[in-house]
């Protein structure tokens, strides 16, 4: 089971020795303003010691063992620079401010790296595991295996990913997909690890192990998502490294300059030490880190999860998006939306039923589905035969039957000649009839619809600014169309009959304009999500190779999580640079007063760290983004109509 590194020894003891020297900085103060003696001196040897040793252990371990110059150092050498020109309170406040804001600095941040704590909360520890004889035994979640049987009670957690075997209820599924609303579930749907059973008792058969369950996943991809830099994060750290170089050595030749223009060497030290804070670059190194940890953490609790900073930056750049039809922007789930009956359609939907009972295709599924709404049970069809391409035959009571498309309807002979079926015939829906020898006997059309929430995404990326859409399916051209309109598409927009390949090209083509991002859920479509600048896999039931393949996973299947996921990565970007403008304007001040206004080494101090945590404070400002609450609202706003449900193609 995934878990999260334990906290060091130097993290626990970080608050400690904080108050420890905010408790000496406070004696030193008492002891110089107002009772002098050992008040003074035990306070500064408190701060010295508990702000100065470790800080200095730590910068000493960073450069011998892995040949850093932190900036720690700068600031341990500008308090002892300080102690030893007499100054020895003013070194101490610079201690002890550096060791609050560090303190700050690390709670806070902390606030941002608590996504896989808080996702391993939502896992249960045990399990009721249904054994060969009908008994429950408790056992822990870690030894539950592929295939087992789980028994689920009211108010329950999922143990992992699974199956519905008997029961019917509904689940909350908030933690995971981000879903507002309770999905009712039947037996043969999807139960995902983490969520919550709410009011009947349940069987499920497990899918997966804790290890490869949902949760895992996300884990996986958080830990990935905090570990990967983005291109602004290492150009902070690769700056940050050198210019404290730079500082070093702009102090020391501060210092020689002085003492050469005729100043003490004591003066000259208290100079080249305030120069030295007032140069260290600490905000502009901690700017971007804060506001992309911070985005991360809030876009995975809001159902979002990137693959690191570099996919968050790529996504604010994306100028087109590309999208999959079936699954992405529809529901993948076939359903039946007419018929057609020359008998009574209860009898001609069993007949139906009867023959498509064996068939695990998903037309045959929708065609049960219908027949066990209406409380009609399958008529007895004995010899079926399927006839690839064409239908499926058998024998009932009256004798030989069939049920097919248009090529079994032509080789039985049968006749359109019904206004009901000629209405099925004109639909751009999938029709399959159903006769005996040449005759007629009815028909059904049967489509896939489009999610409720497609159009409403759609929309909010073009308000958004996004230059072009485009709709990407291997369908036939008129169904592409029907449904690329209904969803706001242009002629222009929609590309119909793709291969893979074809897929892969036209993201290739869109690339060489702008960043492009490639929306989808299929196994055919992890070419061009891997294509695309930025790849976005749409649901947790979306393939596993899809998910590999994408830079970013919409955990529910709501499109207008994609458009508060951009808004998130246009927002982080904004922050990053009132970080990193704020930061750079305030080391230039300080730089500048150090220089030709004679800034003393406590102002230095503040404006040094008082930058640092005001940009670390702008960062975190990104863990309440509307990302995380706006899903219910979002829910509430009304979305484009489906008014007409489309063809059926699992393309």
């Known amino acids: 089971m995934p878990s999260t590194a334990p906290v060091s020894l130097e993290e626990r003891l970080m608050l400690p020795l904080t108050l420890a020297a905010s408790f000496g900085m406070a004696a030193a103060f008492f002891g110089t303003f107002v009772l002098p003696g050992i008040w003074l001196t035990a306070g500064l040897a408190l701060v010295y ?65 608590r996504a896989i704590e808080a996702l391993m909360a939502l896992r249960p520890e045990t399990a009721l595991r249904l054994s060969a004889t009908g008994a429950t035994e408790e056992i822990p979640v870690a030894a539950l295996r592929e295939g087992d049987l789980l028994v689920l009670r009211p108010g329950a957690r999922v143990p992992v990913d699974g199956v519905l075997v008997t029961g019917e209820g509904t689940v909350d599924e908030a933690t995971i997909t981000g879903e507002s609303m309770p999905v009712s579930k039947v037996p043969g749907a999807k139960l995902f690890e983490a969520t919550v059973n709410l009011n009947s008792v349940l069987t499920m058969r497990a899918s997966a192990t804790v290890e490869s369950s949902t949760v895992a996943r996300m884990i996986d991809m958080v830990t990935e998502a905090q570990a990967a830099r983005a291109p602004s994060e290492t150009f902070s ?72 900073g570099a996919a968050l930056e790529a996504l604010a750049e994306v100028k087109s998006f590309s999208f999959d039809k079936t699954g992405t922007l529809t529901t993948g789930v076939a359903e039946v939306t007419d018929l057609t009956s020359e008998i009574p359609e209860g009898r001609m939907l069993a007949l139906l039923s009867g023959l498509e009972a064996q068939s695990e295709h998903p037309i045959a599924a929708a065609i049960r589905r219908r027949a066990e709404a ?71 059309t049967v489509a896939d619809r489009p999610r409720p929430s497609s159009a409403a995404g759609l929309s909010q990326l073009r308000a958004a600014g996004v230059a072009h859409l485009a709709l990407m399916t ?26 893979p390949e074809d897929k892969v090209r036209l993201v290739a083509a869109l690339a060489e304009k702008g960043r492009t991002a490639f929306v989808g859920d299929g196994v055919n479509d992890a070419a061009a999500l891997a294509r695309a600048d930025v790849g976005v896999a749409m649901g947790v039931a979306g393939s596993e190779v899809a998910l590999q ?45 150090a220089l030709f206004f004679d800034l003393p080494l406590p102002l230095a101090v503040i404006g040094h760290e008082g930058g640092t945590v005001l940009v670390v404070l702008n960062g975190l400002r990104l863990l309440a983004d509307p990302i995380r609450n706006d899903l219910g609202a979002a829910r509430k706003a009304p979305s484009h109509p489906s008014s007409q449900p489309q063809e059926v193609s699992h393309v």
């Open 49 to 113: 010691l508990a702000a100065g040793l470790p800080t200095g252990l730590r910068a000493l371990g960073a450069l011998f063992k892995d040949h850093v110059l932190d900036i720690d150092l700068l600031m341990i050498i500008a308090a002892l620079a300080a102690l030893a020109v007499g100054a020895p309170l003013e070194g101490a406040v610079l201690l002890t401010l550096f060791s609050i804001s560090g303190t700050l600095e690390h709670r806070a941040m902390g606030r941002a790296r």
């Open 237 to 308: 750290a690769w700056f940050g490294q050198r210019y404290t170089v730079a500082v070093l050595l702009g102090a020391m030749l501060a210092f020689v300059v002085l003492w050469g223009m005729g100043a003490s060497a004591s003066d000259a030290l208290y100079r080249a030490a305030v120069l030295l804070v007032a140069a260290s670059p600490c905000a502009v190194v901690i700017s971007v880190p804060a506001a992309m940890l911070s985005a991360l953490a809030a876009a995975a609790r809001g159902g979002v999860l990137f693959k690191g």
């Open 374 to 444: 209406e409380g009609l049970a399958p008529a007895a069809i004995r010899d079926v035969v399927t006839h690839p391409s064409e239908g499926i035959t058998g024998i009932d009571e009256e004798g030989p039957i069939w049920a097919g498309n248009q090529r079994m309807l032509e080789r039985m002979g049968a006749r359109v000649d019904t206004a009901g079926a000629q209405r099925l015939k004109a639909s751009a829906q999938t029709v399959t009839w159903i006769g005996r020898g040449a005759q007629l006997i009815g028909g059904v």
């Open 474 to 499: 291997g369908d036939r051209r008129p169904v592409a169309e029907r449904i690329g309109r209904e969803l706001g598409f242009s002629d222009a927009e929609i590309n119909a009959e793709l291969l």
């Open 549 to 593: 393949a994408a830079d970013v996973a919409l955990l529910s299947e709501d499109m207008k999580r994609l458009a508060a996921a951009r808004k998130l990565a246009l927002r982080t970007r904004r922050i990053i640079g009132q970080n990193l403008g704020f930061a750079l304007a305030m080391m230039v001040l300080l730089v500048i007063s």
